[in-house]
């Protein structure tokens, strides 16, 4: 049976218990019996309903154990009716958000206060819809229960009245909160009561005819009891989270009654696509949503790899999807397999003493073991299951620490004897990070090479040795080879361009330089003058590729806009661009139209999620003033406001790890940073004296920049914080209009001159960071 056939089945019989077809791999699964019996007897559960999907089919459906235990000993039914606790949150609330986001009514990038206006209290106005739906408000878990409320208007005043613990999206904070403005939100967008919304356009058309907040009277004997309340009455058919209760039962965090046949249609809904939700929007609902820098990976509303997953087992990869619920209940949801599995408890029956996170962990590692897969489905769970490094990044069951080994372009081309290049008048753009893995000059393996004739050098900004901070670079020659060395870097435009008379007398120019990840990185314009020179003289233009020493894997920061090109800027990419010059290369010589011939030795070795030194690669510094991975690594965002009136550190010894002016109160910017909790760094306050550049010989107050977890750090956003934090704190002494140059980018200059929040103006710049992205997954080499 095809999803298509089961989902219009589903349909035909809206309302009805679905009928089951067993495979004939069923049996394997016998060992979920023993694991379920083993909990109940270890007092974890009173009973359970556990029901696992695959293919369109259900193959295992089964009752154990007693659903209740008190007042009356009453056995499990695979019928039985739960309080199923926070999956309200998915079920209910998320997907009504997200009906009504692709119904255009909500954009789940707008602050909540342009729906919500009362919201904002007490500085909430820069929380955005897509922060409530993945944990990252920095609202507080809950509501106060006290005093007491017993209306749903009430907790909603409440819960807008809240005052934050957390600037947004600096950290994963679960919290019923954020649902429960989502459902105010849903409710006032739609003018229809959640309970309602949910009930007319999601449980209806999907026939969940057992699916529903308040359960009637007539449902009682088949709902699994919770607990005792407060007046020592066993909760059944009334909701057991204590703040859904005083709202009247109908709740965006909780509230919600079901049965395991129920969510096996929601669940199959979600892996066919129906018309409750277009695949676009499942898939955008169920793919990582949260800050790309933080670590708990959450998708809107649906949990992926967070300290919340041990319903995901041991065996499903990262790219599954599900949630839990505290009275014992849990779904997850594989795409890659076409697996379910959905373990209904009342672990909290009688007395609120049970247990099911080991329970949830050991049924879907035996279900992910026993189910049969196609070929295709092994090879797409082996490679999702890889650990050397994860395209999330920074799962936070998964942080990699690899050693990897890596040939770069050159070491590529010597073992290959240098076939691309024989019988080749050659030029190599080259300075002191080309080397081979045997530490060899890349101009002296050329000058060497069999077959190969290497007649000319050209020699970036900082020259041919890297080590000049000026623009008066001439041309020179090589003391070891004689090669005359042609500067391509200057004062002027003319300057910084390759003279075409010398790359007419080349087959091809050999580009070897060990890039730093940045769009303003001067080393991605050379190599986009060569190409653009290349074309016209008919030259090959030959990347010797080298890994971007802070990860193939993140991309971030703004896009500079479309004419703002200079030195800093080749092109509209972002700050943090995710990709090698080999891959740059490709993109710039299609997306700019320049059509040179170019080829690119691909290094071997290397994964995307590498850090420089997760390789064999050793650090040379690219720039006199980038002299470490981790100055490397807060470059993207410190380099972005170092054209303004300040101090970056250059004169110290340690460039880009500072940042002040004579005129900064250090203690005061530390305080007010630290405050901003950004990911991934803290600030000392500290008073430094350049030797050289702004502020040459004069006390600089500022701050120290200390990397604490470089996988979390988005070092644009951090410029973007540095940018605002200055302008806030000395309006009067902070001159940010020179920052143009390198951001390139009015519309975020502008939000910044407004006083905007950073996170807010991160938002803003994503929908053009995902087109970019879009287009990057074109020219990306290494997977």
């Known amino acids: ?58 193959i295992y459906r089964k009752a154990f154990g007693n659903r209740s235990l008190e007042p009356k000993v009453e056995p499990m039914t695979v019928d039985t009716i739960f309080d199923l606790a926070s999956l309200t949150k998915v079920i209910a609330t998320t997907t009504a958000v997200m009906q009504l986001e692709e119904q255009g009514r909500v954009r789940l990038n707008d602050p909540v206060v342009k729906y919500i206006p009362e919201f904002g209290q007490n500085g909430k106005g820069d929380i955005t819809v897509r922060d409530l739906l993945t944990h990252h408000s920095g609202l507080a878990p809950d509501i106060d229960l006290t005093p007491a409320f017993t209306s749903r208007d009430t907790a909603y005043s ?248 890596v040939l770069t372009g050159i070491d590529v081309l010597e073992a290959q004897d240098f076939a691309l290049l024989r019988g080749k008048r050659v030029g190599v753009l080259t300075n002191q990070t080309g080397v081979d893995s045997a530490g060899r000059r890349t101009i002296d393996v050329l000058a060497h090479a069999p077959a190969v004739q290497l007649t000319a050098i050209f020699s970036p900004e900082h020259g041919v040795t890297g080590e000049l901070d000026t623009t008066k670079v001439g041309n020179s020659r090589d003391a070891a080879t004689g090669i005359p060395v042609y500067s391509v870097y200057g004062g002027t435009d003319q300057a910084r361009r390759p003279p075409l008379d010398i790359l007419k007398q080349l087959d091809a120019v050999i580009f070897d330089l060990q890039d730093a990840g940045v769009r303003f990185y001067t080393y991605e314009t050379t190599l986009g003058y060569f190409l653009e020179a290349a074309a016209k003289t008919g030259t090959q233009i030959i990347v010797l590729d080298r890994p971007n020493p802070i990860t193939g894997v993140l991309v971030q920061g703004p896009l500079s806009e479309p004419g703002r090109e200079n030195f800093t800027n080749y092109g509209p990419v972002p700050v943090r661009h995710g990709m090698t010059l080999g891959e740059l290369a490709q993109m710039f010589n299609s997306e700019h139209n320049i059509h040179a011939k170019l080829t690119v030795v691909s290094m071997q070795g290397w994964m995307r999620g590498d850090w420089l030194d997760s390789t064999s690669v050793e650090w040379i510094n690219p720039s006199p003033n980038l002299r470490s991975l981790t100055e490397a690594t807060l470059y993207p965002g410190v380099g972005l406001v170092e054209g303004t009136n300040v101090s970056v550190g250059r004169g110290t010894d340690t460039p880009f790890e500072l940042l002040g002016a004579p005129w900064i109160n250090a203690r005061e910017l530390a305080a007010y940073l630290n405050a901003r909790q950004i990911p991934g760094v803290r600030f000392v306050p500290i008073t430094f004296t350049p030797t050289s550049s702004s502020y040459s010989g004069q006390p600089c107050h500022g701050v120290n920049l200390v990397l604490t977890q470089r996988d979390f750090l988005d070092a644009p956003e951090l410029g973007i914080e540095l940018a605002s934090a200055l302008l806030k704190l000395y309006p009067e002494q902070y001159h940010i209009e020179k920052i143009m140059e390198i951001l390139a980018n009015k519309a975020v200059y502008d939000a910044l001159l407004r006083g905007e929040d950073p996170h807010r103006i991160d938002l803003e710049w994503q929908d053009e960071l995902l087109k970019f992205q879009q287009t990057r997954e074109r020219y990306l080499i290494y997977r």
Request: overall charge neutral; glycine content about 8%; some cysteine.
């Open 158 to 405: 409440l819960a807008f009245a809240a005052t934050s613990v957390a600037p947004p999206e600096t950290q994963f904070i679960y919290s019923d909160t954020n649902f429960i403005v989502l459902a105010a939100l849903v409710e006032r967008i739609s003018g229809v009561p959640l309970d309602s919304y949910c009930a007319q356009n999601i449980f209806v058309p999907l026939g969940m005819s057992r699916t529903r907040f308040l359960p009637p009277a007539d449902w009682i004997s088949q709902i699994a009891p919770t607990e005792y309340d407060e007046q020592k009455q066993m909760l059944r058919g009334v909701v057991h989270d204590p703040r859904a209760r005083r709202m009247g039962g109908v709740a965006g965090h909780a509230g919600l009654f079901s049965t395991a046949d129920d969510l096996a249609k929601f669940a199959q809904a979600l892996l066919d696509g129906s018309r409750v939700l277009s695949p676009l929007a499942i898939r955008k609902m169920t793919s990582p949503q949260q800050p790309p820098n933080l670590p708990a990976i959450r998708g809107f509303g649906w949990d992926i790899d967070s300290p919340f997953s041990s319903n995901r087992g041991e065996l499903l990869p990262v790219g599954s999807f599900g949630h839990t619920g505290f009275t014992g209940t849990s779904l997850w949801i594989d795409p890659t397999t076409r697996t379910y599995i959905i373990l209904l408890a009342n672990s909290v029956h009688p007395r609120g003493q049970g247990f099911t996170v080991s329970l949830r962990t050991k049924v879907a590692t035996a279900v992910a073991a026993a189910i049969p897969l196609t070929a295709d489905e092994q090879e797409a769970m082996r490679w999702k299951t890889l650990t050397g490094y994860n395209e999330a990044m920074i799962a936070q069951r998964h942080l990699d620490d690899r050693n990897g080994s």
């Open 1 to 58: 049976m095809t999803y298509k056939h089961l989902y219009i089945a589903l349909l035909w019989i809206a309302g009805c218990a679905p009928v089951f077809a067993q495979q004939a791999s069923a049996p394997n699964l016998n060992d979920l019996d023993s694991i379920i019996q083993t909990s109940i007897h270890n007092h974890e559960i009173p009973g359970a309903v556990l029901l696992v999907g695959h293919d369109g089919q259900v």
